[in-house]
């Protein structure tokens, strides 16, 4: 009888210092990130008879995120990011060129853009993260603003059958705007506080305000017309980050 008991005592003991020991949860961390931001929706290369084609090309995102945790695995995480999403090719142009000329029946249309979409992207959002030996997968929803630096300048000259001409211009926008999305990571610890991972962000928002110059009543009401850049982007990095 005296073995069953002693069994019996030797698991309850065990089980004891189990429920004794602390559990470990993610601990803080800060990230370099570098990686591609692909434009998508309105703000990717559509056709030109779309009023809110942004002709936004895949580019470099580099930034900063963190997750700083306040309660277990749950947390606050953010991203700082900036990106460039290319410019106008020259073929888009004639795209836009020769779409105008259609539409407008007109002598001739001449379509010059100048500049590249570039942007700093700041967002933060409540964070849970789960981990499973050195693996950690950070689930991220939320919301903050993208920052234009600079976009395209379009301008436009159409030459009409009178012979009279209107020039039209789409300016650099340099505003702040209203983003919201999440975000999703996939973290190895490969060292006692340091991981690598990759980390995916969607953003999007509804759009840039887009001033215009000149005489836009030569477009007749049916040629392209940008006055709200709709903006969204997948991002996709690679990261190493320091825990703290």
Known sequence: DALPISIITLISFYA????????????????????????MSDFSPTPSAH????????GVVVGFETGIYI??????????????????????????????????????????????????NFLLGPQYSFQYKKFTLDLRADAGVIKSTSTPV??????????????ITQLNVKSAVFAYGGAVALRWEFSEGWDIG???????????KIANTGDISALQGTGRLVTKQPVAELQSSFAIAVHF
């Not at 009023?51 to 895949?58: E, L, P, T």
């Not at 436009?156 to 009178?162: K, Y």
């Open 16 to 39: 004891k210092a189990q429920d004794d020991e602390p559990k470990e949860y993610v601990k803080s961390y800060l990230a370099l990130t570098a990686g591609f931001s692909n434009p």
């Open 51 to 58: 009023y809110k084609s942004g002709f936004a090309k895949r």
């Open 71 to 120: 309660y277990k695995n749950l947390g606050l995480g953010a991203t700082l990011s900036f990106q460039d999403q290319g410019e106008y090719t020259i073929p888009e142009v004639q795209v836009l060129a020769n779409g105008y000329n259609k539409i407008l029946k007109v002598n001739s249309t001449l379509v010059q853009a100048v500049g590249r979409y570039h942007s700093l």
């Open 154 to 167: 379009v301008t436009i000259f159409v030459s009409n059958t009178s012979n009279s001409s209107t020039t």
């Open 198 to 208: 990759l980390h995916f962000n969607y953003v999007k928002s509804d759009g840039l």
